[in-house]
Nanobody
Framework: QVQLVESGGGLVQPGGSLRLSCAAS????????MEWYRQAPEKERELVAS????????NYRDSVKGRFTISRDNARNTVYLQMNSLKPEDTAVYYC?????????WGQGTQVTVSS
């Protein structure tokens, strides 16, 4: 059974930082690419960042390039999203995701609110 558990969200002022974590189980973690998505109220879920199984390849949506960094620790079965210079438009529920045998799996999400 695949389980993805996110943590690290919260309320932060504009310009602040947060680090999200996602602990994975039920997969052979070093074999899986991992992604972070987000969904703001009344908006569609969007891909924020992705990282290959080895960690060598990383991709970001344009609006977070230079501010967010995705990383992974294959020994801990955990993927991270370091978010710096946060803006109010980054406010959303952030989800960790991966696929296994053609099925996509999601965590429960963690709320990030950027507000003064």
């Amino acid at each position: 059974q695949v389980q993805l558990v996110e943590s690290g969200g919260g309320l932060v002022q504009p310009g602040g930082s947060l680090r999200l974590s996602c602990a994975a189980s039920g997969i052979i973690f070093p074999n899986n690419g991992m992604e972070w998505y987000r969904q703001a109220p009344e908006k569609e879920r969007e891909l924020v960042a992705s990282i290959s199984s080895s960690g060598w390849y990383r991709n970001y949506r344009d609006s977070v390039k230079g501010r967010f960094t995705i990383s992974r620790d294959n020994a801990r079965n955990t993927v991270y999203l370091q978010m710096n210079s946060l803006k109010p438009e980054d406010t959303a529920v952030y989800y960790c995701s991966t696929t296994k045998i053609g099925n996509r799996y999601w965590g429960q999400g963690t709320q990030v609110t950027v507000s003064s």
